[in-house]
């Protein structure tokens, strides 16, 4: 570094608070200069690019970074030909690092004809030292490499990336707490996510997400409440409560507020119209969150609950906590106790040492449980989870073929699900339109989408919708009432 960069750096850094996330603001405002001096020399505005891969976690996080660059001064575009390109990565399965890799060089060939171009990598796979040993190795040009549990530094870092001229790489093995009370950009307007706890301890034997975003750490309840609220006053109208497994919420708090409460205060909220949430896991799902469910007519109709085997013995090896049986009468029970529930699931295929027999099994769980939609993956090695080493490892072609059999199967229950509501008018959020059809797409309580004609003013509102024709998981319909 020469001389006077080195000095103004020093002293940056020496004025800058130590407490968050006041720290984070100040770099928020010192990039906000550094971005206007590189426009003025350069005579235009300067565009990024967010883009996230993986779970919906990652997606609330990319709200987060959007924020804060939107806060430093950059205009969002949706392409990677943009000045500040951030890719949020996902590391749940090899074929997501892949595609990243891949992408990663596309990106290098722009950043040869723009040099103010910078190339932000964050997000699970960044927690992998062989990912982060690659990118430096392979990808030089790589501007800044950060991981889960530091997103709220990156203006700092993006700061220390100005004053240095290299790469700069900040990932922590843990968290230090929860920074709350980051700008934000919200994607949709009328709909957001609300983090309500951070990490897992479950340790499904197959999954690395445990390894990559730490132990599991809840949000107060106040904070959450005051989020839903700050959302409401702003036009959102559906909120998701996410974390990896919600049944564990309030785990390691004083307030003893338990995540039914949680989903209870949430509702309580003026403005707030539906409440979502993701994940229940099947081991701890409580009667008293099904009962609140059941009775809080802003709480969706809709419960997701990976299954991800249908077989007590892979489920053991997979550390699930559950059998098959218990698995159908929790579906049972819901069915029971919640009038027109949608259940879905997530079913992992090929997991070491699946037989024949256990895939069976699997496919029965579908066909009594009927989901309305079922996620299916073929199980990915993780290096570094206990399944990776275990013995039985199914070859791809044995796999493969039970995947397209899960489908079909999937594909038919799922729209004998889904077609029980035909002929009904029930209540949608309108969250997509196509202007050149003049059609709006939305979703109703049990997640299913429907496409009906209406005005684009209808955006982001709640309508009825009479369902008039099942496509198997979506619907075709005419709109009732604007008034709900
Ligand atoms: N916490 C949530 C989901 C986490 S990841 C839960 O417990 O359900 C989302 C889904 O990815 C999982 O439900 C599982 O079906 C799938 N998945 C996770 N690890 C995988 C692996 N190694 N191979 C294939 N699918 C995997
Ligand atoms: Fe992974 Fe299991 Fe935790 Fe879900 S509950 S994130 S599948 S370890
Ligand atoms: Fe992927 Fe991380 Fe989510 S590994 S699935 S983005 S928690």
């Known amino acids: 570094m020469e001389q006077s960069m080195e000095h103004y750096a020093e002293r940056v850094r020496s004025l800058a608070p130590t407490e968050e996330p006041e720290r984070q603001y100040y770099f928020i405002d010192v990039m906000k200069s550094v971005l206007a001096e590189k426009e003025n020399r ?3 505005k300067l565009t990024m690019n967010v883009v ?3 779970c919906q976690m990652n997606a609330k996080d990319s709200e987060t970074l959007s924020g804060i660059l939107s806060a430093i001064g950059y205009e969002e575009t949706d392409n990677e030909e943009a000045d500040l390109v951030l890719y949020n990565t996902c590391t749940v399965r090899e074929n997501a690092n892949t595609r ?38 392979s990808y030089r040009f790589v501007d800044v490499i950060f991981g889960t549990h530091n997103i709220f530094k990156l203006a ?92 564990s919420y309030g785990k390691n708090m004083t307030d003893g507020v338990s995540f039914a409460q949680l989903l209870h205060m949430v509702s309580e909220v003026e403005g707030i119209r ?5 994940t229940p896991h099947p081991k701890d799902l409580s009667d008293e969150l099904i009962d609140e469910i059941a009775v809080n007519p802003k709480v969706c109709k809709h419960v997701h609950l990976p299954l991800q085997s249908g077989s007590s013995r892979v489920l053991r090896a997979m550390n699930r906590h559950y059998t098959k049986e218990r698995y159908l009468e929790l579906v049972d ?6 009038p027109g529930v949608a259940v879905t699931t997530d079913i992992i295929v090929g997991f070491p040492g699946e037989t024949e027999e256990d895939f069976l099994e699997t496919i029965d769980v579908v066909r009594k449980a009927g989901f309305m939609a079922a996620y299916t993956f073929l199980y990915s090695k993780r290096t570094g989870t206990p399944a990776a080493s275990m013995e039985g490892q199914v070859s791809d072609e044995v796999a493969g073929e039970r995947f397209k059999r899960l489908l079909s199967n999937v594909g038919e229950v799922s729209a004998r699900e889904a077609e029980r509501f035909s002929g009904r008018t029930l209540e949608v959020l309108c969250e997509e339109y196509k202007p050149g059809e003049g059609l709006m797409t939305g979703r109703l309580d049990n997640n299913l989408l429907v496409h009906f004609p209406a005005e684009e003013a209808l955006w982001g509102e709640l309508v009825t919708v009479r369902l008039e024709e099942c496509k198997g998981f979506y619907y075709l319909g005419t709109l009732c009432s604007t008034v709900v």
């Open 333 to 338: 029970k819901i069915k029971e106790r919640i």
């Open 274 to 278: 539906r409440i979502r949430f993701m």
């Open 156 to 247: 700092e870092l993006l700061f220390e990336r100005e004053v240095q001229g290299a790469l700069v790489i900040d990932v922590w093995d843990k968290a230090t707490g929860i920074v709350e009370d980051l700008p934000r950009r919200n994607k949709y307007g009328f709909k957001a996510g609300i983090n309500i706890m951070y990490g897992c301890n479950n340790f499904c034997s197959y999954c690395i997400v445990p390894y990559v975003r730490g132990r599991e750490r809840s949000r107060s309840a106040a904070d959450i409440v005051a989020e839903a609220r700050h959302l409401a006053d702003n036009g959102v109208r559906e909120v998701m409560l996410l974390g990896q497994n919600v049944n």
């Open 100 to 137: 990243v890799y891949g992408r990663i060089g596309y990106l290098g060939n722009l950043k040869k004809k723009n040099p103010e171009k910078r190339i932000i990598l964050c997000g699970c796979m960044m927690q992998e030292p062989q990912a982060v040993e690659k990118i430096r190795k």
């Open 52 to 54: 996230t891969f993986g």
């Open 42 to 44: 350069i005579g235009r």
